[in-house]
């Protein structure tokens, strides 16, 4: 099986998955209650409205979101319109969606890739320092800076930031509805820290997976064979890496996906940030349906391409391994 054809088999399991979550998405908001309807409902009760005028408003509510149509032809519609990307305008904003979501996508970028480049480049020095100097006290307080990194929660040190700075959080109270809101922050709040504290998301488990391959590497037949050469401790960390790699680059893209769709949501919550999980929260609590499957499509779409990148960076970083294009 050529290399090409495993690139399209993991391109067609990535739309199956795309479809699968678009058709769960939409499941979920027709087969539950609408509290956005409810709500406007209810308010409307409370001014004294008529069971007929509730029903009015019902009906032109559905209409206007274009589901007073039987399910299936709602179902085709969503799902084409998804896959050829049309995704029309938002509920809530009446703004095109496409744009709107893209724009978030490369806000939430701007600070999460500039962390996982941090996060894999000192989590690897760490990793391999602490290998490298396990027995040491230097190995062991850079392996126990690591592990409370690790279990420091960003949010709250964000937030205590945040408030001895007198800036305020993104994320608060609206009537009945929590909702995050955009905050204006000086460049330094704005876009320094929430990497450094994404950072430290990845950072722990980094260094703990590099340490683990580095020893384990470290007593092989071939690791002894450079020391007796003579090679130095940076040889022997440089094949040390070379040997750990392809496990290292599997969490790196393992570890983002779960960055995504976690850690971005508190940070951009704690500092406002207009980005992916700003968007997708607000739109849920809005029954904003065009919204959610739009960044629930972009946010599938990453895992599949990170996936193909795995593949590829596996034949690059040793070309032992067989992705498919070799027999």
Request: aromatic share 10%; glycine share 10%.
């Amino acid at each position: 099986m050529s290399l090409l054809r495993l690139l399209v088999q993991r391109v067609v399991l990535g739309l199956v998955a795309i479809w699968a979550l678009l058709s769960a998405i939409f499941l979920v908001f027709v087969a539950t209650e609408d509290w956005l309807l409810d709500r406007i409902l209810a308010g409307e009760s409370r001014g004294g409205a008529t069971p007929e005028m509730l029903e009015r408003t019902r009906s032109e509510y559905l209409a206007e979101r274009g589901m007073d149509r039987p399910l299936a032809e709602q179902y085709v519609e969503w799902i084409t319109r998804m896959f050829t990307l049309q995704w029309g305008e938002s509920f809530e904003t009446g703004q095109t969606v496409l744009p709107t979501v893209t724009e978030a996508a490369i806000r939430t970028g701007a600070y999460v890739v500039p962390a996982i480049l941090l996060a894999a480049g000192l989590g690897l020095l760490v990793g391999l320092y602490v290998a490298l100097y396990d027995r040491s006290n230097r190995g062991r307080v850079a392996r126990t800076l690591s592990y409370l990194l690790l279990g420091l929660p960003n949010f709250w040190l964000g937030t205590i930031v945040l408030a001895a700075a007198g800036l305020g959080i993104g994320f608060g109270w609206d009537l009945d509805v929590n909702r995050i809101r955009t905050l204006t922050l000086p460049v330094g709040y704005g876009y320094v820290l929430p990497p450094l504290l994404v950072t430290t998301t990845l950072l722990g488990a980094i260094v703990s997976y590099a340490r683990a391959y580095a020893l384990r590497y470290s007593g092989t037949d071939f690791m002894k064979l450079v020391r007796a050469k003579g090679g130095g401790r940076a040889t022997v960390a440089r094949h040390l890496l070379r040997n750990a790699a392809i496990p290292l680059v599997s969490l790196v893209f393992t570890e983002t996906l779960a960055l995504v769709a976690i850690s971005v949501l508190v940070i951009e919550a704690v500092f406002g940030i207009p980005g992916l999980g700003y968007l997708l929260y607000n739109a849920v609590w809005a029954s904003d349906m065009p919204v959610v499957m739009g960044s629930s499509v972009v946010i599938v779409g990453i895992g599949v391409v990170g996936n193909i990148l795995q593949d590829l960076s596996y034949s690059i970083l040793d070309p032992r391994v067989d992705t498919g294009s070799r027999r």
